[in-house]
Each structure stands twice: as C-alpha cells, then as structure tokens.
C-alpha cells in the first residue's frame, strides 16, 4: 500500500461496501478503525480483519455480512489468506477468459487489474458471465452519488455568493463598530425528488436486474425523494420493495410483487395510468422522470406520444435510457422511441456500469 491516504481510501471504501450490505458503517466507526490500525500491523490481514469486526459492526446479526464483504472486497479471499495491498478503490477482476483477461507477459499486475476492471466497466450486461454480472451487481451496489438537488428560496451562510447584511452588521456591532470581513450566504439545496420507470418485459429481461439494482442504489442514496415503478402490461410501483438494505433482498422481494416480468410493453398505457394516478397529485411535477426502455411499443405509439408530452410538462427532466442506443449503427425507428424522443431531455444509454454511472450524473445534473 502507497501512504497513509491509499489506506484511508481503501478503508473508505471498504466502508461503502459494507453499508450497501445493510451494516451501518458510519464515518465515525470508519475513523475508530483508522484509529485502530495505526496501532496494528495493516500489512497483517488478521490485524485487518479484527480492527474492521469489533468499529464498524454495531450488532452481532452485522457479523455474517461483514465477513462475506471483507471476502469480496478483498478479492474473495479468506481474511486469513489476503494482504491489504491493493488499489484504493475495489477493482472489478473477469473471470479467466473473458475480454480483459490478463495477457503473458504483462507487466505491473495493478495496471492489468485496472484495464481488466475498465473492460468490465464498458462491457454490455447483456454478454457478461455469472461472476462479471456478481461483480457489476456489487459495483452498482456501491454507487452513492444517484440522487438530484434543487435550489430553495431559503439562504444559509456561506464562504462565498451574495453579501448578508444582516449577519455583517451584527458582527460589527459586536465588535463595537470596528469593519470586518463581509459575511455571505448562499440559496440552500433540498432534494429533487426522482421517479424511475423501468420496463421488466421481456425484450428488457437482459437489463430489468441491473437497472433495478441501480434504483435500489437510487432509493439508498435518497430514500425520500425517489419513487420507482416498473412497467410492461402494467404498472407496479416497488418502493417499498426497494426499501430493503440488502440489494438481493430487495430484489428477491420486487419479484415477488412484479405480476408481468417478461411479458409485453403497453408504455403508453402504463404511462396514462401513471400521470392519473400519481402525476396529477404532485409526484411527477418538479420532478426528474427517467424512463428505462428499449421503446418496444405494442400498444399505440400515438398514445405514447401524447403521454410522454404531458410528463414532459410536468417533470422538471425526463431522461430516457434505452440499452440498445450504445450499439454502433443504432437509430431509434421503433414507434414507440419516435413518438417519445421529441420530449425527452437528455436520450442515454443503460446497458453497462459505466452507462450506469452516466445517467446518476445526469440526474445529479439536472
């Protein structure tokens, strides 16, 4: 390990893993195991190990969760077995023969790791394997940054922005008159909220896990302000499927309640009946809608479109993924993504992490 600062971002990501698996590993139990082992050997894995278990578990039902992540951060070696050595954030590894895999003759075995991780980063779902898709699925697990923000009318103090009188003066008269620095404030943000409505049939089946994975990471991030629907011969919402702290859990309990997985597309019924039922009544208004869809319409494609204009007026961004659009020589001729592409904001890709992380950017942004 480089310094002191690679151990801390290992750590803190480390961290992250194990809040994704449901154990509350707060940047304070973080800094008691920073704490911890710079009085211990970090080279020694079982000084590792133990530092982790007895600051960042709270309650013994943490334990089994805290050893399986240990183990998959750690390269899916037995605690007993790893050095802490590796890079600072976890690397995706494909399994043996897939693209990426390591070539003879390679040089600095850290470099392989990362090129093998940025091809699995890139690559389409669709054609991982079992472990590429294990891995992917953990790596959109640790995705922390899917939520949007908006201005308030509100101001707080701030470093920079507008001048505050009011705090300025009050500060020169507690200093009996004598000037001092100006004091500033600046509008606060408060949550935007999200929606996301995914399509689980069965064109979408390659891609309906991950990108309910991803609203799972969605919902972690702003379990407020994000709503999450699936769609196909009709609609469902899934929110409180989603609410579980474990993603396998939380997926175990959406099929469950998905009565059409793999079935047909009817978007533009699905999509009247969600501006009836819930759009009206305020959750679409203001809002960033994101649409994750290949466009597949079965229905009418002229209903679609008349929907999509009034979400379109309501939401504050509609963002459309469709996992088709990243393959080369792909135009959206479908009906259903000709009628809807006239009132989509911003027209991405959902079929890989990387895609993934571009569209949290792109609701961060709006």
Known sequence: MGGP?????????????????????????????????D????????????????????DPADLPRYDRCFAAYFSGESASMRRVSRSPVPTARPAAGSEGEETE????????????????????????SAAERDEVRRLVALLDNVSARRRSR?????????????????????????ISRPHHRAHRTRPRRVVLLIDVSGSMSPYADVLLRFAHAALRCAPRSTEVFTVGTRLTRVTRELRHREPDAAMAAVSSAIPDWSGGTRLGEELKEFLDEYGRRGMARGAVVVVASDGWERGDATLLGAQMARLRRLAHRVVW???????????????????????????VAGHSLAALEELAGVIGDA
């Open 5 to 37: 600062r690679d151990l801390v971002e290992t750590l803190t990501g480390f961290a992250r893993t194990l809040r994704a698996a449901g154990v509350p590993a707060d940047p304070e139990r973080l800094q008691a195991m920073i704490g911890a082992l």
């Open 39 to 58: 009085r211990l050997d970090v080279r020694n894995p079982r000084d590792v190990y133990w530092a982790g278990r007895l600051t960042l578990c709270a």
């Open 105 to 128: 003759g390679s040089g600095d075995p850290s470099v392989t790791a990362a090129s093998a991780a940025e091809v699995l980063r890139r690559r389409d779902v669709a054609r991982l």
């Open 154 to 178: 509100r101001f707080a103090p701030a470093h920079r922005g507008r001048l505050d009188p009011g705090r300025t003066v009050r500060a020169i008269l507690r200093r009996g008159g004598e």
């Open 321 to 347: 993924a469709n996992p088709h659009k990243a393959r080369p020589g792909y135009e959206p001729l479908t009906a259903g993504m000709a009628a809807a592409l006239p009132h989509v904001d911003d027209f």
